[in-house]
């Protein structure tokens, strides 16, 4: 059963609390985004390279463009692979929702992409699952290149957002990974979901917040690495500086470092 590990705000003081999304569940409002795949045609297993408007910091790596999948992540190797794996993993991805995803067409699904250059850049996900029409995938990542103010909150250089408005509890194959993978041996992924490398079961799936006012954040520890500040965002007020007056966080992120041995799990090859 999972349990949420809760931190001492004090040792969180830089992480600012998000205030009401611009639209329910999402931290960016896609309307009036580009439309990278829409349903005109089904869509399935393909990507896009896709420039960021400015040079983000992945675990230390800076990117100027990224590969958006139609399964749920961006990657930097045109990668398409719709059979999620836990990580460690040989491709270096971002990964809100790693899974089977698919655009039904007629089904006015989108996948949609949104920007500020030099502040932000996010993709919104509206998809259903390879094979199957009923469930309904809603989530959004947003990618930070400089200093930004969203409704009163701060957001940092190489942050990541993941925020979720709708995920049904049916993943294709019966799991969906969620979390950050550097593509060596470094990943970081929910707390007590190291041993699995961030893949969530059918029963795990109310675990992303899909609450408005809700996210999550990961920042840079100041090494490279995402280590520390993993939290999900608490409702208002926007003013809250978490650890300024005492308040616990809720810390769904850590960095797991292995160096796996013969008896372990080798990295996956890249598909």
Known sequence: MFRMAYAVAAMVAAVIAATPPA???YLIDPTGGTVLWEDSLNVDDTTQSRALGFTFNFFGTPRSAVDVST??????????GYTNTGFPYSVAMIAPLWDDLYIFQGSGQKITEKSVAGQYYSVTWDVSQFSNTVPRYQFQVVLF????SINGTTYLPDDIVFAYQRVDADFRNGDATVGLNKGDRTFATLPDFESTGGLLGEAQAGLLPTASQMLLLARPDGSGDYGGDFVTAVPEPSTWVLGAGGFACVAWWTVRKRSRTGSDRSLAAAA
């Open 23 to 25: 639209s329910a569940g």
């Open 145 to 148: 290149g400089g200093t930004t």
């Open 71 to 80: 399964n749920g992540n961006l990657n930097f190797s045109y990668f398409d």
